[in-house]
């Protein structure tokens, strides 16, 4: 089962990271976190890695219903995407929501699943308008 919604960008890393939250926020999601995996790595074990950052980005109506029907989806919040450098292109992924339904078994959670898809594909989508692909 694929549990990613992924994009390649042609744009430079820290370009694809200011579209990526202007892209969510036009779609009522905010950034509740962010982890800079390489900065993490690099102090942590000295590791060099590609540029590579998660965003924790939240819809807060859409976590309210998820959380109304089920407490406990609060392990799968927020809505974590990924930026990160692949290659010469910038990738950006975001887990697909329909995962908690999937990882639930719980269809009352279908409901928010997709209305986060639809969201989630539409700020992916925004990003590759003009040249880029996924």
Known sequence: MRYDRTVHLDT??????????????????????????????????????EDYVILGACNPPLAH?????????GLLLPCNVVVRRDGDRTAVQALDPNTMVALTGLDALRPV???????????????TEGGADS
């Open 12 to 49: 430079d890393f820290a370009t694809t990271v200011s579209r990526v939250r202007e892209a969510l926020a036009a779609q009522g999601f905010g950034i509740l976190t962010e982890i800079d995996v390489t900065a993490t790595l690099k102090a942590k074990l000295d590791h060099d890695m």
């Open 65 to 73: 219903r998820a959380l109304e029907t089920d407490r406990t989806i």
């Open 113 to 127: 699943a997709e209305e986060a898809t639809r969201r989630l594909d539409a700020a992916l989508a925004s990003l």
